[in-house]
């Protein structure tokens, strides 16, 4: 396995690295693309060095940390359920208007 770095990912036999794919966190120098998926993914894992992203958060690629409620918050009108790769709006006739939510059911009816 590759060493990357944070923000990278790579498979056991790979020579080669990828960015750290959407809807996850790379956040420890090695990695695996299979840590990277089953990791993280609640709060409870917050000290997981990669994994998909927690419920109310979202993880842009390359994402090189755990995510966390300062900084990644679901923005108001959105949610964002576990390993969102971007907000989720919520439908039209609705509005949510708190941070870091995660459920289509904190939007509500207008």
């Known amino acids: 396995m590759a060493e ?3 923000g990278m990912h790579s498979k056991p036999a790979a020579s080669f690295c990828s960015r750290c794919e959407a809807g996850h ?21 917050a000290d997981d060095d990669e994994g998909r992203c927690f419920n109310g958060t979202y993880c842009p690629e ?5 995510p966390d409620l300062l900084r990644d918050a679901c923005p108001t009108g959105h949610y964002c359920p576990v390993g969102t790769p971007y907000p989720l709006a919520c439908p039209a006739g609705t509005y949510q208007p708190n941070t870091g939510q995660d459920e289509l059911a904190d939007c509500l009816q207008t």
């Not at 090695?30 to 709060?43: D, K």
């Not at 390359?62 to 755990?66: D, E, K, L, N, V």
């Open 4 to 6: 990357c770095g944070p």
């Open 25 to 45: 966190y790379c956040g420890s120098n090695t990695t695996t693309t299979a840590n990277m998926y089953l990791n993280g993914g609640s709060w409870a894992a």
């Open 62 to 66: 390359g994402m090189a940390r755990a």
